[in-house]
């Protein structure tokens, strides 16, 4: 026991002592190895973004975050990598790009009135060792100008083809065109595209192809650009075609029944596009027009029977010519006629048929000649009879009035008495009585006390005597009158 005592008191030598030594060391090694895989192992916090799409002159916002900044600021820079921010700090002079949220963990900024040279990639870095950094795609989208049509310039005659073309531009990416024509779809004969001299942005072309009919005069044709960055909204553009048609017509009485005597006008009411501008008037069965201008209305001021017969108009534009009859009947006050209108084409002008146009237009200041019984103006003999009459009636007119004003005047005067006749009438109590000369029918002596109150004037009888005594007298004269 004391020999293992001093045995362990017995000092260390120098080969035992490096041995510890050098197992010291080792440990040491191998804990900063194991540190240093443990470090390596552990996952790095990466800051996280996102792509934007944003519409031109609009504004995009870009945010960037970091679980373990790691006593790091963050920094957002541009495509052309410039430094827009550092943590708070304004880094790029542009009054666009606005710092909207900054703290150890996110930096977010904001860029107003983009426009496409904005596009591209953004950079948010945050500098640890190493550096980790993160990219956000920014698409800026080109909006597409109002589509323009062309080909609608001119007037497109009935049964033509219409080529119209549908142009926009302006737009990224390159926009869809569609057309319309009232409320149908039409279909396109294809679409061109094209790219901007700015490198970045598109024109696009479409054209569409239709026969036309003159139900198509005022249709509106519709192209419509179709784009992302129009959202829910419409662009479009409308025009309405312009077709030219043959003319149509027909005649139209003013009255509807025309009676002998009274004024009528014969109404051509020419339809077309464009409008008729000649009218031709001719009477069957006469050689001689009876009107030819601008003025679409035949007058005849005076009706007689001798204006019966079929009226023919012929209506005439730049799209060619049309006929329309009207068969006039002539009644007196007593009947009522039935007209017949009808409107055919006007027939191809031929060697032997009437006028041409140019023809008519160069006669469109003639006066026709006056034509026996169908002339729309009266003769001069027939307005001279009517003068005449007109007269002959109200000297007849005259004459009866005169008559019998004169019959009764003298009606009323044929027994009026002289005062020669009433000179034996006596006054107070006397009986009066009549001359023999005076000869009176006993009616009007007893009944009508009127014929006595004449007398007043031409007697001394009171009127309140003469009302009591003419009974008296009527009696009195009874004999006499008998």
Known sequence: MQRDKQTLKKPLGAEETDGWKMLEKKLLACLHSCCLILV?????????TSDETVVAGGTVVLKCQVEDPDDSSLQWSNPAQQTLYFGEKRALRDNRIQLERSTPNELTISISDVVLSDEGEYTCSIFTMPVRTAKALVTVLGIPQKPQ???????????????????????????????????????????EVVEDPNGKTFTVSSRVEFRVTKEDNEAEVTCTVDHESLQNSERSTTQKLQVHYKPTAKIEPHPQYPREGEKLQLQCDGQGNPIPREFLWEKEGSDVPLQLSSDSVLIFPFLNKSDSGTYVCTATSSMGSVVAKYNLDVSDFSQLPTPHVHSTPAPPPGPSQSISHASMATASSFTPAPIQDASPVPSTSSTYHAVIGGVVAVIVFLL?????????????????PSAASVSCLGLGD??????????????????????????????SISPSWFGTQCPRIARATAPVCA
């Open 149 to 191: 049509i062309f080909g609608h310039e001119q007037p497109i005659d009935e049964e033509k083809i219409a080529r119209l073309t549908c142009r926009s531009s302006g737009s990224k990416p390159a926009a869809q065109l569609r057309w319309k024509k009232g409320n149908k779809e039409l279909k396109d004969e294809g679409t």
């Open 400 to 416: 009866l009035s005169l008559l019998i004003v004169l019959g009764h005047y003298l009606i009323r005067h044929k027994e009026k």
């Open 430 to 459: 006397a009986v009066l009585a009549p001359t023999p000369r005076w000869r009176c029918p006993c009616e009007s002596l007893e009944m009508d006390s009127t014929r006595w109150k004449q007398l007043l004037p031409l007697i």
């Open 40 to 48: 390596a192992l552990q996952p790095e916090s990466q800051p996280t």
